[in-house]
């Protein structure tokens, strides 16, 4: 079912504004609240731990915390350890990480797509409660397990954008959470690329595919969705702007290209409590549209 979820953005908004903008984000009934950890800003497993904690019903998604930057056994013992904190609340993604931090932290690696075809079915595994073996080029586990593994495994998701790691998300993740900046039609290119991987590895089921639109409300939204942009062809159709009624009705273009849930990124300036309670007005219509 199409879903709205919204985000906090870690270049407009420090930590010390996070409590306020879950609480926020709660108190306005918006079902999913999205965070990254970009290098070097704040990191994510605390973040969503600290979120979850405060908080009764949002969903806090991860989009993305960087492979690279901790060890698969690691990277499972924070999933599963807050998933069992707070049962199907997180929706945790993993991805390449910006290549130069990785460099600069010495991590980066020589291929990201082995790095993604290693990692993610070995973290699924260790989710799922099963005793792990890989010896691969960069993940490696001798028969590792989790002691507390989550009652129920969540969805791992990976972060994708070119054609090849598009297709290798549908093979080995449970999600795709696709950055902001593109058209339905673009969008439209990524899912199709994403379930031609998934059916390919022959995995049934379906893959929840998350794309961030920048949006914005209020007083000169559309300039301000617009700015944010970029300089991008065509900027009017990469963002949403206008009201609850007009960014519900907006974001259909994005479903009708094969996304499953439309995370909306605030355009840079605006208060970010409103952003959310508006926010929160969008997800109500778009869901009471599809019952």
């Not at 999913?32 to 904690?53: I, K, N, Y």
């Not at 972060?159 to 549908?170: C, D, H, I, N, V």
């Not at 950055?179 to 995995?203: C, F, K, L, Q």
Request: glycine share 10%.
């Amino acid at each position: 079912m199409p879903r709205i979820g919204a985000i906090f953005n870690p270049y407009t908004h420090s930590p010390d504004e996070f409590r306020g903008a879950v609480l926020a984000a709660e108190e306005a009934g918006l079902p999913e609240l999205w965070v990254w950890e970009d290098c070097f800003r704040q990191s994510a497993f605390a973040t969503v731990g600290a979120a979850l904690a405060w908080t009764e019903a949002v969903r806090i998604g991860i989009g993305i915390a960087p492979m690279p930057l901790r060890n698969v056994a690691a990277t499972a013992m924070e999933i599963a350890t807050i998933e069992r904190l707070f049962p199907g609340r997180l929706l945790p993604g993993v991805g390449h990480g910006v290549l130069d931090w990785m460099g600069q932290v010495g991590a980066r690696v020589a291929s990201p797509l082995t790095l993604m075809r290693e990692y993610v079915p070995a973290l699924r595994g260790l989710l799922a409660g099963e005793q792990v073996e890989v010896d691969g080029r960069y993940v490696t586990l001798d028969a590792v397990s989790l002691d507390y593994p989550p009652q129920t495994p969540p969805l791992v998701y990976a972060a994708a954008e070119g054609p090849k790691t598009l297709r290798l998300s549908g093979e080995v993740a449970d999600g795709t959470v696709l950055d902001s900046g593109h058209t339905a039609a673009e969008y439209a290119v990524a899912t199709t690329a994403i379930r031609e991987g998934r059916a390919g590895a022959g995995r049934e089921g379906g893959h929840d595919v998350v794309a961030y639109v920048v949006t914005a409300f209020g007083a000169d939204a559309e300039a301000r969705a617009v700015a944010d942009v970029g300089d991008k062809p065509d900027p009017a159709l990469r963002a949403l702007w206008g009201d609850a009624a007009q960014v519900a009705a907006g974001a259909e273009r994005f479903f009708d290209a094969g996304v499953d849930d439309v995370v909306l990124l605030p355009a840079s300036r605006g208060d970010i409590g409103e952003f959310y309670r508006e926010a929160g007005e969008v997800a109500r219509r778009v869901a009471s549209a599809t019952r």
